[in-house]
């Protein structure tokens, strides 16, 4: 058989390598201001950029998708042309993909910091850049299947197979919880309402662990493990078993997120069952990538890079351990809204993605640079410094998480709370410090990382193209049994990018669903009317301002929680709410119930100074909104984007929506003034307390008129 | 909760096409051999070893600094 001769294209694995290093050390910057922001609250440095409310999803974004967005593109890159004997499909392509996602990435950066955000976590960019993520997306999918149509290797190895799945369904996720009805260049309205959008939302949400976070690393471990330690994977039938049963368990257990709130009971079972089936697939990965390395343990003593990855898969291995006992309805109900979440996930970004990917840094830059590293003993500084910093990452949180939610639930003997809120913040506020300390030392490492790895660059020379020869793949494959059905079935790499843009196109198609959607938004309690046009204009603040990163609105049917906030959360009561807001995480008290509980004043002077209002709160200044002038011209389009989505104004409301605004506006200054406040109408505090002093309040009037 | 037939309609087919390619990947033999691909994929090139005491044996490679 001839041999082919060909070359493997290195400087888009470098390209992104250097990426990957770049936006690590920028994303882990922005995490450590984060945490420690909530210990040093003038951190936030009264400036609305680098305020909490938009540094941690800044945060979020640039870990997930910058930092080891990149990582798993470097990954692919390298894997896919050697697993395939074959150079990427298109150079230009290839380049497209690289600039592409880091101008996506440069955008999400600034457009967040600015303000612009849709407030659905994970998925906070707005619609301009969710479209530019797509068809880089499609350029990567394109890039991907055809190299894998020229192939020159007849079998797809399995890393094959994860990097595959992750293309398909985050293209279809990323599709379904996009949909949003533009307002303005930069603003959007969430397509689907309330509770509907917390199933669309946090579907995505799990699934963006599942996909972006998972599959594509565990392809990457079944490549690089078994390289770095020159061995095969324990049990190639075992890894077979592990993808096919990962991918059709992972997709149902979005409803995980949602145990105890205003989800239907059913959907939240089925979200638990499959979340514990999927223990086994994810231990037998676990057990497939550790067991790789028997007889072979005394590489991982002297390899650094075999050490980070036993670590990553280790810790892969605990976190899909704690999924399935998260999703339980019982430990949920300790563990949402704390940072027992915040410690679950650390240990898997930290320990699972970022291990795995300083691995194959390590790995594959002396290799691409024909050099051996710069120093082993840094390295192993490094290795030995990030584990203690994950350490003392997860254990303060989960000691916060367990210490704030028992005390949260604590009663006294006169069957009152025994706490108050802010105490269980200030109880944990040594914590939040330790784990800031652990995030450090993970920085420390990787920024020791980055030096060594520049230096081996600088000793090296690159080789970037490097040749190979392979045999040409037989056109016609070996058939049996129906012929005619296997005909059809033997163009199989064409069969399978169809496959792909069906599942693509169906994100068309579903674009006709949610109009029939709008229907079933119809309120099912009658005193849940529409937001008037400054409680609108409130709203987007509140969601601008990135609130319900630190606030939720959703009261679980629990005694410690309807004796803390009120009645608790029902579905009905948020089918205008586009997006939802029902939040994750509580580091400060549920807003669910906030309307009425404080007069006008309060909220402006806990605005200007939280701690003037309660000492001790750790929750920024939000001064800027005393001064800034609500934007009232965009006032009707978007009361016409509601109407689109099915929210019952009147018709032609959108012409004079700004006169109930303003009318609703100087109630409010008036109130503001008797408390001997002064201020104008136009100003954004006043909406955003509108806003506040709506929360909850339609259904109070139903509980107390049927009583 | 009409969004979860969305849901479920999306996962279903998304899920239908992994069924459809896991049984391409049966019969058309991806997974007879189920020990060799394993090894494979550690011999990179042929006519090259990827041993770091090699990589100064340059002859076939382009060198681009």
Same mark, same amino acid.
């Given at each position: 058989m001839e041999l082919e001769k060909f070359s493997y294209d290195n400087k888009i694995v470098k390209q992104f390598a250097y990426a990957t290093m770049f936006w690590g050390i920028i994303g882990m910057l922005v995490g450590l201001l984060v945490a420690l922001q909530l210990v040093f @609250?003038?951190?936030?440095?009264?400036f609305a950029p680098t305020t909490f409310g938009r540094t941690r999803p800044i945060h979020t974004n640039a870990v997930i998708f910058a930092f080891v967005g990149n990582g798993i593109f470097m990954g692919v890159y390298y894997s896919l042309q050697r697993l395939c004997k074959a150079r990427m499909f298109n150079d230009f392509l290839s380049k497209l993909h690289f600039w592409g996602w880091q101008l996506i990435i440069v955008a999400a950066a600034l457009t967040l910091a600015l303000g612009f955000t849709t407030g659905k976590e994970y998925a906070e960019l707005e619609w301009p850049i969710d479209i530019a993520i797509t068809l880089i997306w499609v350029v990567f999918g394109i890039n991907m299947f055809g190299t894998i149509i020229k192939r020159r290797e007849s079998h797809l190895y399995v890393a094959i197979w994860f990097y595959i799945a992750t293309f398909v369904t985050v293209a279809m996720l990323h599709i379904v919880n996009s949909f949003e009805i533009p307002v303005s260049f930069m603003k959007s309205y969430s397509w689907y309402a309330g509770v509907q959008d917390a199933l669309v939302q946090w579907w995505y949400g799990h699934n963006a662990v599942a996909f972006f976070l998972t599959t594509p690393y565990l392809g990457l471990m079944y490549y690089f493990i078994p390289k770095a330690a020159n061995r095969p994977v324990y049990s190639y039938r075992l890894s077979i078993i592990h993808f096919w049963a990962l991918i059709f368990l992972y997709i149902w257990a979005g409803p995980h997120h949602l145990l105890y709130t205003a989800l239907p009971d059913w959907a939240q079972s089925l979200g638990v069952v499959f979340s514990v089936m999927l223990i086994a697939p994810s231990w037998g990965g676990m057990i497939n990538g550790l067991l790789t390395l028997r007889g072979a343990w005394d590489k991982v003593r002297e390899d650094v890079v075999l050490k980070f990855m036993v670590v990553a898969v280790t810790a892969y291995g605990m976190a899909t351990f704690e999924g399935p006992l998260l999703s339980l309805k019982n430990v949920s109900a300790i563990a949402h809204y704390t940072d027992w979440i915040v410690a679950h996930v650390h240990v898997g970004a930290l320990g699972w993605n970022g291990f795995l990917t300083f691995g194959m840094l390590y790995w594959l830059l002396p290799k691409m640079f024909c050099t051996d590293l710069y120093s082993k003993k840094l390295a192993n500084w490094h290795f030995w410094i990030g584990t203690l910093g994950i350490v003392l990452y997860a254990v303060p949180m989960y000691w916060a998480g367990f210490a704030q939610s028992s005390m949260w639930k604590q009663f006294t003997e006169e069957g009152q709370l025994q706490y108050r809120f802010l105490e269980t913040v200030t109880q944990i506020m040594p914590m939040y410090a330790l784990r800031s300390l652990g995030g450090l030392l993970y920085l420390v490492g990787a920024l020791m990382m980055v030096y060594n790895l520049i230096k081996t660059v600088k000793a090296g020379s690159f080789l970037a193209n490097e040749d190979a020869s392979a045999p040409a793949l037989p056109k016609v494959v070996k058939t049996h049994g129906n012929e005619h059905w296997h005909r059809w079935i033997e163009r199989r790499p064409i069969q399978m990018l169809v496959i792909s843009l069906v599942v693509v196109a169906i994100g068309g198609v579903l674009e006709i669903v949610p109009t029939f959607l709008v229907q079933s938004n119809i309120p099912t309690i009658a005193s849940v009317k529409p937001y008037t046009p400054l409680e609108l204009q409130g709203r987007d603040i509140y969601v601008r301002e990135g609130c319900y990163t630190c606030h939720s609105q959703m009261i679980r049917p629990f005694r410690s929680e309807t004796a803390r906030y009120g009645e608790y959360s029902k579905a009905g009561e948020f089918v205008y709410d586009h997006p939802f807001q029902w939040g994750s995480k509580r580091t400060g008290p549920d807003l669910a119930r906030q309307g009425g509980k404080y007069p006008d004043s309060w909220h402006y002077n806990h605005m200007l100074d939280p701690t003037s209002m309660s @000492?001790?709160?750790?929750m920024p200044s939000y001064s800027w909104l005393l001064d800034n002038e609500l934007d009232t011209a965009i006032t009707g389009a978007k009361i016409r984007a509601m109407i689109t989505l099915g929210v019952p104004y009147p018709a032609g409301y959108d012409k004079i929506a700004n006169q109930d605004l303003i009318k609703q506006a100087d109630q409010i200054v008036a109130s503001l003034s008797k408390d001997g406040i002064e201020t104008m109408n136009n100003k954004e505090i006043i909406s955003l307390i509108a806003y506040l002093q709506r929360l909850g309040k339609d259904i109070k009037g139903e509980t107390t008129t049927s009583k | 909760m009409t969004v979860i037939l969305v849901l479920i309609i999306a996962s279903i087919i998304v899920a239908g096409g992994f069924l459809v390619a896991f049984i391409w990947s049966v019969k058309s033999g991806q997974y007879d051999d189920a020990v060799t691909p394993s090894i494979r994929m550690l011999l990179d090139n042929p006519t090259e070893n990827n041993n770091k005491n090699n990589? $100064? $044996?340059?002859?076939n490679k382009s060198i681009v600094k």
């Open positions: @609250p003038a951190l936030n440095f009264d @000492p001790g709160s750790i | 990589s $100064n $044996n340059q002859s």
